[in-house]
């Protein structure tokens, strides 16, 4: 069945850099786009945007799109969300989710930004 | 951005008894394909989000039949028939019609 397995909780200061992987399985990587969704503590769900696995090609939400980068090694199936310039308000969990219909989620990953 | 606006924020039901939530959207959700993609999401204490419904009212599989969706336009609700223990979670509801997809603030539902 499918499965998205992200990398463990980080801890980073302002100003770094993040990066989270995300290794699908149970399904054809190239078909279906990722898409990475955010949880901040008292903001709710944000969607910053997705990765076609097929193309490489991305689409960031205006608000993240001078700090995000998305990925993907097809080879091994994994896709990565970078968020550059970390700011205290992008402590959050960060998750993967398959599909336009986010049918399937990570377990996600925390990333606690502090001094 | 589209605005989604739920309430109540925080709901204290009773075992059994029903539960509403209300969404509205700052635009009509209506796509120009004329469908509208507005979708519930729960999530439970400790665990990721999950659809409950898709395009207003179409539960997913294995979501119990006491959760319902309905609405049109820009006014939603979730209503859940008979409240169980496992609803505990919050909340969210979600629009793809307009770019970016954008979501409610949630909505807490506990057990009284």
């Known amino acids: 069945q499918v499965q998205l397995v992200q990398s463990g909780a980080e801890v980073s200061e302002p100003g770094a850099s993040v990066k989270v992987s995300c290794k699908a399985s149970g399904y054809v990587f190239r078909d279906y786009y990722i898409h990475w969704l955010r949880l901040a503590p008292g903001r709710g769900l944000e969607w910053m945007g997705w990765i076609n696995p ?3 090609g991305t689409s960031y939400v205006e608000k993240f799109e001078d700090r995000v980068i998305m990925t993907q090694d097809s080879s ?20 993967c989710v ?16 502090s001094s | 951005d589209v605005v989604m606006t739920q309430s109540p924020l925080s709901l204290s039901v009773t075992l059994g008894q029903s539960a509403s939530i209300s969404c509205t959207s700052s635009r009509s959700l209506v796509y120009s394909d004329g469908d509208t993609y507005l979708s519930w999401f729960q999530q439970r204490p400790g665990q990721s989000p999950r659809r409950l419904i898709s395009r207003v009212s179409y539960r997913e599989s ?24 496992e609803d505990v979670g919050i909340y969210y509801c979600m629009q793809g019609t307009h770019y970016p997809m954008t979501f409610g603030q949630g909505t807490k539902v506990e057990i009284k």
């Open chain 1, 54 to 56: 097929k193309s490489g």
């Open chain 1, 76 to 95: 091994i199936t994994t896709a990565y969300m970078e968020l550059t310039r970390l700011r205290s308000d992008d402590t959050a969990v960060y998750y």
């Open chain 1, 98 to 113: 398959l599909g336009d219909s986010l049918d399937y989620w990570g377990p996600g990953t925390l990333v606690t930004v």
């Open chain 2, 62 to 85: 294995g979501v119990p039949d006491r959760f319902s969706g309905s609405g049109s336009g820009s006014d939603f609700t979730l209503k859940i028939s008979s409240v169980a223990t």
